[in-house]
């Protein structure tokens, strides 16, 4: 008898192996990588609103509305996002051409002004629209750019999630991502990032961001965006909250909208 | 606006929808806090920022005074305010606190020789020495243009405790030979030769003492001095030649030998 059940045993467990959704033998690194992957959406139409918290609490509201696109197989995303409040900044615009592979090339129209700037950036540490998003939040970095290690599962809101922790690869990679380390929680089911902790280049606890709510904008290939994102600088106790009101799949937005002259048509 | 040969180069844009804008372009590349010491977290108060090449604190005043004036009925302007005006405000305590404690250093040496000598007039009496002294100081510093600072503020309040010894020293040593049988005149010149010696002994040394600080290369000490040398010399003048005049002049009751009456 005793044998049987031994063989019952291991044959219950690889029963249980084989029926376990696939992506239980992932590495950590096809992990993330699959994650940057989740949310790239062919193109998009998005209506947000950016709340910019002190650590008084006062707040600053910001509503864009902005327009996504991928190129180059994938490899650029091109972006545009035009302020419609306050209504002191409405019409402002920011042209983004983000690479994969090279800086990502920036320009910001005035209207107030009729002037196009063109902004230098070579730093995706640097803080998006004065909140605590950077613009390497905005967009996935590089893989190669970190070692990745799986911590273990950990459940965030219900949501049973990878902990990986993500360390760049050199100096100037946690330079240009201001992070020395990042360990972040990635869901199971649908590969989005719901929580990440970020230390600073002194390995001090910097901001943690949390995922509240995420979307299948594009359910044929399984593309999800978050819906509401918060993060918080547990450093200076200030906060942005970032929440997507409206989001439309659109993979044939127009190819005019990314240029500067359409952004100065305003 | 930030560059020399751009129209608008260091100048504020003209409309608010322009500044807004450039704010917003800042941001884009900018740190959250980099605006914190200039401008509110909701742009709407920001510190303007005056130097004021002048450390006289009449001139500061004027500047704030016309500033306070200007922006009295402007509902946006917070405050005016900064280093020059706590500058001028502590001048203007020390000023205003001189006086009292001047009034009041006097007031209580006067009522102690008055308790010492059990007489108003001797209370009186040695406060004359002490004017004296004390309008010599500010006399000069006012022909000297010597500014009036907290260091030179305490002067007249440890002039008056050292100047008054001296006095105290010469009225306690005449009233003793007085009443051991010697007239006005004699009294004076016993009193001179004796405690009148230690008097200027001690008077000197405290010159020469002070003296060393004139070699001061920094200026506030070197005044210090300087007025120390000269209001302690002052307090001695008034000790050993006014004060016997005043004795031998109007042989006050309170010096005078007590008659044993029978």
């Known amino acids: 008898m005793k044998k049987y059940k031994i063989i019952i045993l291991a044959f219950g467990t690889l029963v249980l192996f084989l029926t376990a959704e696939p992506q239980e033998n992932l590495t950590a690194k096809q992990i993330v990588d699959r994650s940057f992957k989740a949310t790239k959406l062919a193109g998009s139409e998005i209506l947000s609103t950016m709340t910019i918290i002190d650590d008084k609490g006062r707040e600053r509201v910001r509503k864009i509305a902005s327009v996504t696109k991928l190129y180059d197989n994938g490899e650029t995303e091109k972006r545009l996002i035009r302020f419609l409040s306050p209504p002191d900044v409405k019409g402002t615009g920011l042209l983004t051409f983000d690479y994969e592979k090279r800086d990502d090339d920036m320009w910001l129209f005035m209207p107030a002004l009729r002037k196009t700037r063109r902004i230098v950036s070579t730093e995706k540490a640097k803080n998006f629209m004065g909140s605590e998003f950077t613009y390497a939040d905005m967009t996935p970095p590089i893989l190669d750019d970190f070692s990745y290690e799986l911590l273990g599962e950990e459940d965030v809101n219900e949501t049973s999630c990878w902990r990986i922790e993500m360390i760049p690869v050199n100096e100037d990679v946690a330079d240009e991502n201001g992070f020395s380390k990042r360990v972040t929680f990635i869901a199971q089911q649908d590969f989005v990032i719901r929580r990440a902790v970020y230390y600073d280049l002194d390995g001090e606890l910097h901001k943690e961001l949390s995922v509240e709510e995420v979307k299948e904008v594009d359910p044929e290939n399984h593309k999800y965006r978050p819906m509401h994102m918060i993060m918080v600088n547990k450093q200076e106790g200030r906060k942005s909250i970032l929440i997507v009101d409206e989001i439309q799949f659109n993979p044939d937005v127009k190819d005019e909208f990314f240029t500067t002259r359409y952004l100065e048509r305003y | ?262």
């Open chain 2, 1 to 262: 606006m930030n560059d020399k040969d751009e129209e608008g180069y260091d100048r504020i844009p003209d409309t608010r929808n322009a500044v807004a804008q450039y704010f917003e372009l800042y941001s884009m590349s900018g740190d959250p806090d980099d605006f914190e010491k200039m401008v509110d977290f909701p742009y709407e108060h920001a510190l303007l920022t005056a130097r004021l090449n002048t450390a006289s604190t009449k001139k500061m005043d004027h500047v704030i005074d016309r500033l306070k004036e200007k922006t009295k009925n402007d509902q946006d302007v917070r405050l005016v305010g900064g280093f020059g005006s706590i500058l001028s405000e502590l001048a203007h305590k020390v000023v205003n606190g001189q006086f009292l404690s001047l009034g009041l250093a006097i007031f209580v040496v006067g009522i102690l020789l008055m308790i010492l000598f059990r007489s108003v007039t001797a209370g009186l009496i040695s406060a004359i020495p002490l004017a004296i002294s004390i309008t010599t100081l500010f006399g000069l510093m006012g022909i000297f243009r010597i500014e009036l600072n907290v260091a030179t503020a305490m002067l007249s309040s440890i002039m008056i405790g050292v100047g008054v010894d001296y006095t105290i020293h010469f009225l306690w040593r005449f009233r003793e030979e007085r009443q051991s049988g010697l007239d006005s005149k004699e009294a004076v010149i016993k009193t001179l030769t004796t405690t009148g010696r230690g008097i200027v002994f001690n008077a000197l040394s405290v010159i020469f003492g002070f003296i060393a600080l004139l070699t001061s290369s920094f200026m506030p000490v070197r005044f210090f001095g300087f007025l120390v040398v000269v209001s302690i010399t002052s307090c001695l003048i008034g000790a050993l030649i006014l004060i016997p005049s005043l004795c031998i002049v109007l042989k006050p009751k309170f010096l005078e030998p007590r008659e044993i009456r029978v």
